[in-house]
Structures are given as structure tokens and as C-alpha cells.
């Protein structure tokens, strides 16, 4: 297990190194730079914008220096902390970022445990209980949470959150614990609201995984070691837990990488509907005004997730199916 | 009685792996010493290819002798390790890939028996012979082998029907 550690560490080196890089090209890949932004708008509104400061701001940015020696501060920068300076909102990124990626690691975190405690006995029960009336009962309540936009959804839960139950619309937490430090109230009142968003955001990928667990199992449970084991009497619960929902879980943990990421950069358009101070709206107004390194910061948290993610699902796969796929070969 | 080595070309791979990747997260560590977080993530990371290239340096002295009686692993200090055969009690093949689709990667054969274990990887010169005489012993002393292990050894083209261990049912498990 070692080795194979050591093999997948040394893979994400260049991997992290190239991402970078891409990262970096792609958020210059837009005509001109935050400033050049800035003066159009001013333009727009009829503003002249001041040449000289203009340049000044360049050059105390570092805009004018060449494209590599950028890159290279960047990632130097990267390494020690310092995520850059955030044009937009004036300040560095860390600051700029500061609660938002927590509130969003909430948000996503609490919405993938919700997503799997739902879907997972749903999906065994529907697999188990192939055609029932429970099968059909659910399968329709999974087709109609897939169908259904998550905005629309949004909107309606919002409604009734605040008819029913009087919570404030939107928003993460009540008003007045915006900018406060955190104590026991601002924890109440984030879980008081938390429950939207959650389903919101929850409801079509709990959907979409009821389907792919039913899907995988009623596989796993048509082959012919599952029909010998029971012929040989061993207890259902113990046929279905030992070998075919393992089995069935291997998409799951191979997910891993791509649920990572999902953590950070949430559900735009909900966090837009719902009044979100999540991460997703934010990387989406930092991409739109280019701000270079609010953007590349962000975009480089997703890739280190994923590729975290990737690592950790290798690990999860090469634990739970050490098994050698009969088409390869091992190597000396 | 056969004496069975880690061959070079493996272990200079594994030095090379060990001395990039060292080379490369020291240079990071250094870089971000400013940062607590990052330089404990670096140096951990360093840590980790430091020791796999003092591991590599030790499997580069370790030997292991396969005979009748059983398999011995003699280390370059300390005493030999040996599990006998007729003390086997368990024995695991786990297939580790190097890539997604695991079309490229090694085995661990992992045997323990007395007090003792020992584990081997694939890139051990021919290792097919001590996973025979191993898979042989699993099946006189009667151990039930996992799906996984069976599999694994169907595909470095032992036949464990042959050898009298039970064979995995229908479609087998993964």
C-alpha cells in the first residue's frame, strides 16, 4: 500500500504543476485584464477614467510584467499562502474568501450526507423490491425530484419556509449575525436555515442516485453467486451486505473525485435564488469582471479537490476491490 | 531451496520515484515556510519519499528463500522471519493499479502464519513460484481464500481449481 501511495503522490505532482499552469492560461485567456474591465464600464457610464492612475494600478498589480514571471509569483504565492489580490472587492482573496468557504463546505457537506442517507435505502429497498408498489411509489417520487429545477423548487421552499415556519427569506443565517463572529445563536440560526438549501440541492442528486444504486444492485443480484448463495442458505441480509451492495458501490466511491470539488464550488444558481454567501456566485461575478486571482484561486481549490478526490477514491477502490481487472496484466 | 531478490531495474524505478518526488516536495516545503499549513502538508509529503527511498534501500538487501518448509524473508539486520507452510494460516493477494482502468499494476501477496507475516510484491523475481507453493499450501492447510485472492491468482495463471481450493461460484465476487 505504500508504494502504491507513493506512486499516486508522485502522479499528482506534475498533475498539480500542469493544472496550474492551464488554470493560469485560462483566466488570461480573456482580452485585456480587470483594469482594462474597469475602464470600459467607466466608459459606459460616462466617466472618464484616469489614464495615469490607471497605468500606476498596473504596474502596483504587477499587469505589466510578462506572462510567466506572473504565473510564477502566482503559484510561488500559492504555495505560501498568500492566494493574491482580489481587484473587485479590493482586499486579498483569503480575506475576500474568509467564512464563504466554510458556510459552503456546510452547505455541501451536509447536502451529500443528506443525499446518501436517502437515497441508499431507498435504492436498496427499490432493488430488493423490484416492480412492488413501493418500487413504483418511489421510483416516480425520484423521477419527479430529477425533473424539477432546483431554482423552481428554491422559490417554493422559500415560500413556505417563511409561511410555515417564519424563517427570513434567503440568506444563510438571520441578518443580524452577517459579518458577527461565531457563537452559539449564529450556529442555531445557520442550521435553522441550512434545511433549504439542503433539499434544494439535494433532492436531484438523491434522485439520480436512487436510480444508479437500484440499477447496480438488481445487476449485482441477478448473478450467479448471489442465486448459490442463497440456494446454499445463507441469511438474505447477510447475502445482500456481504457481496452485491459492496459491489454495488463501487460508481459511488469512484465519485469520490467528483463530489470533492462539488463541496466548494456549490450550486450557483441556487446560492443566486437563495441568497447564498457561498463560494459558487462568487467564482461566477469573480470570472465574469476578471478578477484574475479571486478567479484562479478558486479554480485551482477545485482542481487540488478533485485530484484529492481522485486519490482518496483509489485508495477507497483499491481497499474494497483488490482485484485485478481480468483483461490486464500485473507488472514487474 | 530458491533465493529470490527485488531485481534492479525496479528498485532503480522506485529510487528515482523516491529522489523526484523528494527533490520536488522539499523544494515546496522550502518555498512555503511562510505558510504552517502548506509547509505541514510539504514536509509530510517530503517525509513520505524520504522513507520510501530508505525502504527501497532496505528491500535492495532483502532476500527471501522459498523452500519445502516454507518462506524465509532475511533483512539486512535483524533476524530472519520465516513462515512455514504447514503453520499458513492466512493468505491474501490484493492487486494495486496504477491506472484508472486497472489494466497496469502490481500484486501484494500478504502470508501469515505462527507469529509471523510477511508481505511481497509482484516485482519480486519469480514471484509466480512463490504464490504457487503459497496457494498450494493455502489449500492443504484448508484456508478459505477471499474471491479477490482467487481472482488474482487465476490472473497470474495459477489454476485454483486445480490446486483444490474452492473455486468462486458463477460470476465471482470482485
Given at each position: 500500500m505504500f508504494r502504491y501511495l507513493i506512486h499516486r503522490l508522485l502522479i499528482m505532482i506534475p498533475t498539480l504543476i500542469a493544472i496550474s499552469f492551464i488554470v493560469f492560461v485560462v483566466i488570461e485567456l480573456?482580452?485585456?485584464?480587470f483594469l482594462t474591465t474597469q475602464i470600459e464600464e467607466l466608459r459606459e457610464i460616462g466617466e472618464a477614467a484616469d489614464l495615469r492612475k490607471i497605468e500606476e494600478l498596473r504596474k502596483e498589480y504587477g499587469l505589466d510584467q510578462p506572462f510567466m514571471v506572473r504565473y510564477v509569483g502566482w503559484a510561488i504565492g500559492f504555495l505560501q499562502g498568500d492566494l493574491g489580490y482580489s481587484f473587485e472587492y479590493e482586499q486579498p482573496v483569503s480575506a475576500v474568501v474568509g467564512d464563504r468557504l466554510w458556510l459552503t463546505f456546510i452547505v455541501s457537506f451536509t447536502t451529500i450526507v443528506f443525499t446518501w442517507i436517502v437515497a441508499f435505502p431507498i435504492g436498496v429497498y427499490s432493488a430488493t423490491h423490484q416492480y412492488s408498489w413501493g418500487d413504483h411509489g418511489l421510483t416516480f417520487i425520484g423521477f419527479l425530484g430529477l425533473a424539477t429545477p432546483n431554482f423552481l423548487l428554491a422559490l417554493v421552499m422559500v415560500y413556505f419556509a417563511n409561511v410555515w415556519f417564519g424563517t427570513e427569506i434567503?440568506?444563510?443565517?438571520?441578518?443580524?449575525?452577517?459579518?458577527?463572529?461565531?457563537s452559539w445563536a449564529k450556529l442555531m440560526s445557520v442550521l435553522e436555515h441550512l434545511w433549504i438549501p439542503v433539499v434544494v440541492i439535494g433532492t436531484s442528486g438523491t434522485a439520480a442516485m436512487i436510480r444508479r444504486l437500484r440499477a447496480n444492485l438488481l445487476d449485482e443480484l441477478q448473478k450467479q453467486y448471489v442465486v448459490t448463495g442463497r440456494a446454499k442458505g445463507l441469511p438474505p441480509f447477510k447475502l445482500l451486505v456481504k457481496y452485491p451492495l459492496r459491489m454495488s458501490l463501487n460508481p459511488f466511491i469512484a465519485d469520490i473525485g467528483d463530489l470533492l470539488p462539488q463541496v466548494i464550488s456549490g450550486a450557483v444558481i441556487v446560492s443566486v435564488v437563495l441568497n447564498l454567501p457561498t463560494t459558487g456566485k462568487m467564482l461566477y461575478e469573480a470570472l465574469l469582471s476578471q478578477d484574475m486571482y479571486l478567479a484562479g484561486s478558486f479554480l485551482m481549490f477545485l482542481a487540488m479537490l478533485t485530484v484529492l478526490g481522485v486519490l482518496l477514491s483509489d485508495f477507497a477502490l483499491a481497499a474494497l476491490d483488490p482485484r485485478i481487472r481480468l483483461s490486464g496484466k500485473a507488472t514487474k | 531451496m530458491s533465493e529470490h531478490r527485488y531485481p534492479w531495474p525496479v528498485l532503480r524505478g522506485d529510487y528515482i520515484r523516491a529522489a523526484v518526488g523528494a527533490a520536488v516536495s522539499t523544494g515546496g516545503t522550502l518555498l512555503s515556510a511562510g505558510n504552517p499549513y502548506v509547509f505541514g502538508v510539504f514536509a509530510t509529503i517530503a517525509g513520505l519519499f524520504l522513507l520510501f527511498g530508505v525502504r527501497t534501500a532496505w528491500r535492495q538487501r532483502l532476500r527471501y528463500t522459498l523452500d519445502v518448509t516454507g518462506l524465509t524473508r532475511i533483512p539486512p539486520v535483524g533476524g530472519p522471519v520465516t513462515v512455514r507452510w504447514d503453520e499458513l494460516r492466512r493468505m491474501s493477494m490484493r492487486f494495486y493499479s496504477t491506472r484508472r482502468d486497472r489494466s497496469q499494476g502490481w500484486m501484494q501477496l500478504n502470508l501469515s502464519g505462527g507469529r509471523n507475516r510477511i508481505s511481497l510484491d509482484?516485482?519480486?523475481?519469480?514471484?509466480d513460484a512463490v504464490a504457487r507453493t503459497a496457494a498450494r499450501s493455502a489449500a492443504a492447510n484448508r484456508i478459505e481464500l477471499r474471491s479477490s485472492t482467487l481472482a488474482n491468482l487465476e490472473a497470474i495463471g495459477i489454476n485454483t481449481r486445480r490446486l483444490g481450493t474452492d473455486p468462486p461460484a458463477g460470476d465471482p465476487p470482485r
Open positions: 480573456p482580452p485585456g485584464d434567503g440568506g444563510l443565517m438571520d441578518d443580524r449575525f452577517l459579518g458577527k463572529p461565531w | 509482484s516485482t519480486l523475481d519469480d514471484f
